[in-house]
């Protein structure tokens, strides 16, 4: 999901210094048609921000709430399960408990 997304931005992001290139090197035009396109290139262009916005703020959301129901048990049990086995073989190391050990 997240490889398609990057595809379509970095498409968009091609796209539009292509249209900025050519824009901008069209030596036969005047300056008033290159002005004129230029505008509309913005005018058309200027509520992309605005689409494009909520985009990683609802991908932040998702990742959050993965994070949350996903990895982080995991992370709690897993550092659990670590801290018991570490006392087990500290354990093993170490005189018996009744013998001043762990």
Do not use: Y
Request: proline share 4%; hydrophobic share 40%; charged share 25%.
């Amino acid at each position: 999901r997240r490889g398609t997304i990057r595809r379509h931005v970095e498409a968009l992001v091609r796209f539009g210094d292509q249209v900025n290139a050519h824009l901008a090197n069209r030596d036969g035009d005047s300056e008033d048609l290159r002005r004129r396109l230029r505008a509309a290139f913005e005018a058309k262009s200027s509520g992309l921000p605005a689409l494009l916005k909520p985009r990683p703020a609802a991908l932040s959301v998702s990742l959050k709430k993965m994070i949350a129901e996903q990895i982080l048990p995991n992370l709690h049990s897993g550092a659990a399960d670590a801290t018991g086995e570490c006392s087990a073989t500290a354990r093993g190391w170490g005189a018996h408990r009744n013998e001043g050990g762990l």
